[in-house]
């Protein structure tokens, strides 16, 4: 399995409240995503980084936000948390645009 | 602009019965295609990889898929169910040189015994 570790693996917390979410790799691949997960959603895509310190919008980043000040760690922030953002967050990794993506366990985030 | 359907929601077969997942897609550009699995409270695991070099593609657990540009499709089938190949799977489309994948919304596979 590719190095890819997320925590917290689960979290409940109250509205309003900040979250940071948390992925780790030890591939050394150029790319990470941050992908959440509903039911009948499929996977839709957070944000994603190119880089150390390049990152870029996905398509539902709207109360997200990202960091990405080391190539191994990719961290993913919940401003203020709303209940619409209850959700499993997956983080995964490629080598390249065109390469496979390599995914992480997933966070259960529950927002009451 | 890209997207991708895939036409049943929920599949149930017998262990030992072929399987078939139905996925369609449309991109403006050559598409790249996936097949991912997504096992129980597991993350996604790639199970194949079309990107033009032929149009039969293998994958792991004994799974192909067929791209068939006339129709637009990427079906994924099996030969033969075994109770482990209980899970969801996903089609996912890439168009183009950027990053963006699209994801199917999933067809669960129940294999009864």
């Known amino acids: 399995d590719a190095g890819i570790t997320q925590s917290p693996r689960h979290k409940v917390t109250e509205t309003g409240t900040p979250v940071t979410l948390r992925c780790h790799q030890t591939?050394?691949?150029?790319?990470m995503y941050w992908y959440r997960q509903d039911p009948g959603h499929g996977l839709r895509l957070i944000h994603y980084?190119?880089?150390?310190?390049?990152?870029d919008k996905g398509e539902v980043s709207d109360g997200y936000s990202v960091s990405r000040s080391k190539t191994e760690d990719f961290l993913l922030t919940l401003e203020s948390a709303t209940s619409s953002q209850t959700s499993v967050y997956f983080c995964a990794i490629s080598a390249g645009v065109s390469e496979k993506l390599f995914f992480g366990s997933g966070t259960q985030l529950s927002v009451l | 602009a890209q997207s991708v359907t895939q036409l049943d929601s929920h599949v149930s077969v017998s262990e030992g019965t072929p399987v078939l997942l139905r996925c369609n897609y449309s991109?403006?550009?050559?598409?790249?295609l996936f097949w991912y699995v997504q096992h129980p409270n597991k993350g996604l695991q790639l199970l194949l990889k079309y990107t033009s070099a032929a149009t039969l593609v293998k994958g792991i657990n004994g799974f192909e898929a067929e791209f068939k540009k006339s129709e637009t499709s990427f079906h994924l089938t099996k030969p033969s169910a075994h109770m482990s190949d209980a899970a969801e799977y996903f089609c996912?489309?890439?168009?183009?040189?950027?990053?963006?994948?699209?994801f199917g919304k999933g067809t669960l596979l129940t294999v009864n015994p």
């Open positions: 996912v489309v890439k168009g183009g040189s950027n990053y963006k994948l699209t």
């Open positions: 591939e050394n691949h150029r790319y």
């Open positions: 991109s403006s550009y050559s598409p790249s």
């Open positions: 980084s190119y880089g150390v310190k390049d990152t």
